[in-house]
């Protein structure tokens, strides 16, 4: 089981892919379906400031028992090197790295729990915060490793 503790995740995988093709599919947010286990689908909530710092974009999560939409800031975008965003603002800070290699790209996916998010959860749910608080680390620490992979997976067979 996830330590459900951890309030800052990071993961990587070598990509046999440039730094600059990396970046180009993993700041596509429309594309975040085709990778993430749990979020389905992305939107521009301003075609016109899509991947610039700043701009807004809404997300459909999907799991079994619930679905529910959330909308993130681009926090960072520096083209072959770090896409960013923040659900809510203040929530959450999920983003992608990339490291150029001598075959490929170590990319790395980081999730960090911000003390926003954490506040949010305690004023939501009270009592039960905690255990939202866990179940949703434990679905970044499991998504992690799969997300990683589907990228690859595309990235490679693009190339």
């Known amino acids: ?3 459900t503790s951890i309030r800052s995740h990071r993961e990587s995988v070598t990509v046999d892919a440039s730094a600059e093709a ?3 599919l993993v700041s ?3 594309r975040t379906g085709e990778w993430s286990p749990v979020c389905t689908a992305c939107w521009w909530d301003d075609e016109s400031e899509a991947g610039q710092v700043g701009a807004w974009f809404t997300g459909r999560n999907e799991l079994p028992e619930r679905t529910w939409e959330t909308r993130s800031q681009v926090a960072v975008a ?3 090197r770090e896409f960013a965003w923040i659900v809510g603002g203040s ?3 999920w983003g992608f790295t990339l490291s150029p290699t001598e075959t490929g790209t170590t990319l790395t996916e980081s999730w960090d729990f911000l003390p926003g998010g954490i506040a949010m959860f305690e ?12 179940d949703r680390t ?4 499991e998504g992690i490793p799969k997300t990683l992979a589907a990228i690859q997976r595309i990235a490679e067979r693009q190339d």
């Open 1 to 3: 089981m996830s330590d």
């Open 22 to 24: 990396l970046y180009e």
């Open 28 to 30: 596509d947010i429309t």
């Open 78 to 80: 520096e083209p072959g």
């Open 91 to 93: 929530f959450v800070r």
């Open 123 to 134: 004023e939501k749910h009270g009592d039960q915060a905690h255990l939202q608080i866990a």
């Open 138 to 141: 434990r679905q970044a620490l």
